[in-house]
């Protein structure tokens, strides 16, 4: 069995292959997540992008399901097969919270470069995806890695409304989308900027303005069109959205940006 077999099976068009020790450590790993005697990192590109939805009060992102649910439906199936095919081996799958570095790991995969706001710019979908991963101790072939760069056209910094992105880098903590997240209290000049944007949850203005992502809107799977909910409304149920596990920033964020 190969993998293009695999993830054509679980719906699952772009992937590549990178070694694992290549790509350690994430973000969002915890030390008994990193494995002894893995090898292989097969990243996945999870398609989100359900169109312009104009006068969204959500980043693009959120529009539809929470993208963590539908990536795990998507790489269970693909996990489950190959634990099948290859009994002898181990798989687990993760999506975000992981002992991988997921961009610079698709980057390795062939599978697009890295954006000026630490972004993955993918041929396939641009910005506008999430990155899962199945890591296992059984070796498969390695992708070529993905060339190149963005364009270093520098619109993205200058649309950036505070200032996060920089051409020395990305300064999470000044990030609007880091901002509307967290739980914390707000300053004058946070919600100033909160309603600048106008968004409940996330910032969308550097990908946005991206040349590279104008080709993608609407390029993602049907879990997430069906499911497409450009506007919040307070009394939503957040149940099965990203955001859902921020309601209180949210409410919050919404009597921001729509006070008069």
Request: net charge negative; glycine share 8%.
């Amino acid at each position: 069995m190969i993998l293009d077999e695999v993830m054509a099976a679980a719906g699952i068009e772009h992937y590549g292959v990178a070694a694992y020790e290549d790509t350690l450590p994430g973000t969002g790993f915890k030390k008994r997540e990193l494995f002894d005697g893995m090898d292989s990192v097969i990243v996945c590109l999870i398609p989100w992008d359900t169109g312009m939805n104009e006068g969204r009060n959500v980043a693009r992102f959120a529009v539809g399901r929470n993208y963590h649910d539908v990536a795990a439906e998507h790489l269970a199936v693909a996990t489950e097969i190959l634990r099948r095919a290859f009994p002898e081996n181990t798989f687990k799958f993760f999506v975000d919270s992981s002992p991988i570095a997921e961009v610079r790991a698709a980057n390795l995969a062939g599978l697009g470069i890295r954006g000026r706001n630490n972004l993955l710019i993918s041929k396939a979908y641009g910005t506008r995806c999430a990155i899962g991963e199945i890591v296992t101790d059984r070796r498969f072939a390695r992708s070529k890695k993905m060339p190149g760069s963005c364009f270093e056209c520098g619109l993205c910094t200058e649309h950036c409304p505070n200032g996060a992105l920089t051409e020395n880098g990305f300064v999470r903590e000044k990030c609007v989308s880091y901002i509307n997240q967290m739980k914390k209290e707000l300053t004058p000049e946070d919600e100033a900027l909160i309603r600048k944007v106008g968004f409940v949850c996330g910032c969308d203005c550097c990908t946005d303005i991206c040349p590279m992502n104008r080709r993608f809107d609407g390029t993602g799977w049907r879990e997430f069109k069906e499911s497409a909910r450009p506007v919040y409304r307070p009394g939503d149920d957040l149940s099965d959205r990203s955001y859902g596990w921020k309601a209180e920033n949210v409410e919050r964020n919404y009597k921001i940006i729509t006070e008069e």
